[in-house]
């Protein structure tokens, strides 16, 4: 029986060890105040506009009023599929910004499946400059350390 209890635990710290860096498609940005006494909402979409064009992401017209979203955008070209992202920011209760972010691969074919979650690259392709724009705007990333890079 003991023989058994190793072999799993050994299989679990190999398996874990080699599981990818995974992250969910979210990134919350706390809204610090300006010298005003507080933040009007048409201050925070112009603040988001501005990180966006910053950052280099093209602010385009989003399906809902209450959301800024960016133009689709090609972060790798393989052989048979690219990835491509693009960007929404929606304010939440006065306090924060959401940035949900929409990569997916589009094949050669036409076909497109999205991309459930983002890897280490995809992280590291799109939040250092959107993290260091909206900083600059007064939208400071909220979250652990790991989930900031």
């Not at 860096?21 to 925070?44: H, T």
């Not at 988001?48 to 602010?59: C, D, K, M, Q």
């Amino acid at each position: 029986m003991r023989g058994y209890c190793w072999f799993f635990l050994a299989t679990a710290l190999l398996l874990s060890a080699c599981a990818p860096s995974l992250s969910p498609l979210y990134r919350d940005y706390e809204i610090l105040p300006e010298e005003s006494a507080g933040p009007s909402d048409d201050d925070v979409y112009a603040r988001i506009l501005r990180a966006f064009e910053e950052a280099g992401w093209t602010p385009t017209v989003a399906v809902t009023e209450n959301v800024i979203a960016t133009e689709v955008r090609t972060l790798r070209q393989w052989g048979i599929y690219k990835t491509v992202a693009y960007l929404e920011a929606a304010p939440v209760s006065g306090k924060y910004v959401r940035l949900f972010i929409h990569p997916y691969r589009r094949f050669i074919t036409g076909g497109r499946s999205k991309i459930p979650y983002l890897s280490r690259s995809l992280r590291g392709q799109i939040l250092p400059d959107i993290n260091e724009a909206f900083e600059k705007q007064g939208l400071k990333p909220v979250g652990r350390p790991y989930d900031l890079r």
